[in-house]
């Protein structure tokens, strides 16, 4: 198993470009999830699935949006990147069957806006 | 509003001394309460979880307790190390129409003092 793979690891972009995060799991998981982490900060919810089809906003949505095509990949795109959109974005997933369990991270994807 | 409150947000402790960590949940239906360790550059992995019908939990140096009454939990580090620095993430599944986003507390930066 690879667990939860990112993609790009780091990205500079300029301000009004877009571009698309890739993640993946091979853990059959059905929940998703996108954190951005700021530096010296914590983890904000960007935007969560709950299976295939299905997605919904977190707490910092603004300016991202998220597709779920299929149970192992959850994609975040950005449009028109912002300099407040640097950080470091950690994708997740767990299993969730009436009960909350462990949520495994990918690696992270560095994104600096210049 | 829906939240998780971490404190302290550093704490340093002699080596060989007890580090304690809190945290409190706002949905009273949340019923599993994980801890990450992130050291500086890696992701955040589990470190241990704790399920609503159980009190306390221990695994070696580490222990978590429980309080649903007043929704509250707290990581417990015991004969601390030089490897126990990082950031300490807490975290809670809150409910949100039928689906559950884990939600973060803001993190604990943990130093060691050796």
């Known amino acids: 198993n690879a667990g939860v793979t990112q993609t790009p690891k780091f990205r500079i972009l300029k301000i009004g470009q877009s571009m698309t995060l890739q993640c993946t799991q091979d853990?059959?998981?059905?929940?998703m999830y996108w954190y951005r982490q700021d530096p010296g900060m914590g983890l904000k919810l960007i935007y969560y699935s709950v299976g295939a089809g299905i997605t919904d906003k977190g707490e910092v949505p603004n300016g991202y949006n998220v597709s779920r095509s299929t149970t192992e990949d959850f994609p975040l795109r950005l449009e028109l990147a912002a300099p407040s959109q640097t950080s470091v974005y950690f994708c997740?997933?767990?299993?969730?069957?009436?009960?909350?369990?462990?949520?495994?991270f990918g690696q992270g994807t560095r994104l600096t806006v210049v | 509003g829906e939240n998780v409150e971490q404190h302290p947000s550093t704490l340093s402790v002699q080596e060989g001394d007890s580090a304690v960590i809190k945290c409190t949940y706002s949905?009273?239906?949340?019923?599993?309460f994980p801890w990450y360790k992130q050291e500086l550059g890696k992701r955040p992995q589990l470190i241990i979880d704790?399920?609503?019908?159980?009190g306390e939990k221990k695994d070696q140096r580490i222990a978590v307790t429980l309080n649903k009454t007043a929704k509250h939990f707290s990581l417990h580090i015991t004969e601390t190390q030089p490897e126990d620095s990082a950031v300490y993430f807490c975290?809670?599944?809150?409910?949100?129409?039928?689906?559950?986003?884990?939600?973060f507390g803001t993190g604990t930066r943990l130093t060691i003092i050796p």
């Open positions: 853990m059959n998981h059905n929940y």
């Open positions: 975290a809670a599944p809150l409910e949100n129409f039928g689906n559950e986003k884990l939600t």
């Open positions: 704790i399920r609503s019908n159980v």
């Open positions: 949905d009273s239906a949340s019923n599993y």
């Open positions: 997740a997933s767990s299993y969730y069957q009436g009960a909350a369990t462990e949520a495994f």
